[in-house]
């Protein structure tokens, strides 16, 4: 499954190919994590891709994410929903993983929402809970695994680019009012999300030393499609959503299991997909 890097050529291809099979002209991109494509059903007048037939678009493989593209309308402001994002994990190279926001780019998005599931390492933390992501740790990044390693392609953007304002402060914000004004601000938290490879979850080590270095929660996702639409400049809103606590503790018999991530997704999945909605209309 090991993709090769990503020609230019091949982004302009998709790029190309999806311009001429919808007449949408989205601003803003949602990617959708595990159990939260949900979103997607909720736009208007679409038009649905599932990635096989998209060129160049890989697919996905994991139970609970669809692998469609779906343009369409959310609170009358066009958006386009991948409803199923690619893992590292799946075997994926890193550059295939954030594919797709190039994509977005190359078709004018300029704001990415980027929505997950993670573990909670922060103990004031509850499962249920929805993070706003204030900043990442970037796991598989600082070991070599950074999806701008490689030549770049200054079509997009530059060398080195910053990471210190990954995450935008006015949404942020934004999303906080919102979350007040739905009545969801009682499960709202802000912190930082640490990447890390999977499939395995972490061990008691692991998520004791994760801890202490500073992340509040933790997951598979998500920071390569933060990293490459930072690089080609687009505004980046990340919520997580708490899905299991981490286990940090040697007498405890809790053990991190898919299921019970995808049963706390079901229960909060809507409270997610509204304050999403509640706020695409504010940008
Ligand atoms: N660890 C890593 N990824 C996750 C977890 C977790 O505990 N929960 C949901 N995604």
């Not at 402060?169 to 640490?194: M, N, P």
Request: proline letters at 4%.
């Amino acid at each position: 499954m090991e993709a090769p890097a990503m020609e230019t050529s091949s982004y302009e291809e998709t790029a190309d190919w999806l311009r001429n099979h919808t007449d949408q002209h989205p601003k803003v991109a949602i990617i959708c994590g595990s159990g939260l494509g949900g979103l997607a059903d909720l736009l208007q007048n679409k038009k649905v891709f599932s990635y096989e037939e998209i060129p160049h678009f890989p697919t996905s493989t994991v139970p609970g994410h669809a692998g469609k593209l779906v343009f369409g309308s959310l609170q009358g402001r066009e958006c386009v929903c991948m409803q199923g994002r690619f893992h590292f994990y799946e075997g994926y190279n890193i550059q295939t993983v954030a594919f797709p926001v190039r994509i977005f780019h190359l078709l004018g998005v300029e704001t990415l929402i980027v929505t997950n599931a993670c573990g909670g390492l922060n103990t004031s933390y509850s499962v249920g809970d929805i993070m706003l992501i204030k900043d990442h740790i970037n796991m598989p990044g600082l070991a070599g695994q950074n999806p701008l390693v490689g030549s770049n392609h200054e079509r997009f953007g530059v060398r080195f680019p910053c990471m210190s304002d990954a995450y935008d402060r006015d949404l942020i914000a934004l999303a906080k009012q919102t979350a007040a004004e739905q009545g969801c601000d009682s499960f709202l938290q802000e912190g930082v999300y640490c990447m890390v490879a999977g499939p395995s979850y972490e061990t008691i080590a692991e998520c004791r030393a994760l801890r202490m270095m500073g992340a509040d929660t933790v997951g598979m996702s998500t920071v390569p499609e933060v990293v490459v639409a930072r690089h080609c400049g687009m505004r980046v809103l990340g919520l997580s959503l708490v899905t299991n606590m981490t286990v940090t503790d040697y007498d405890s018999h809790e053990k991190a299991n898919h299921e019970e991530v995808l049963q706390t997704t079901r229960h909060r999945a809507k409270d997610l997909e509204k304050l999403v909605s509640n706020l695409i209309n504010k940008i």
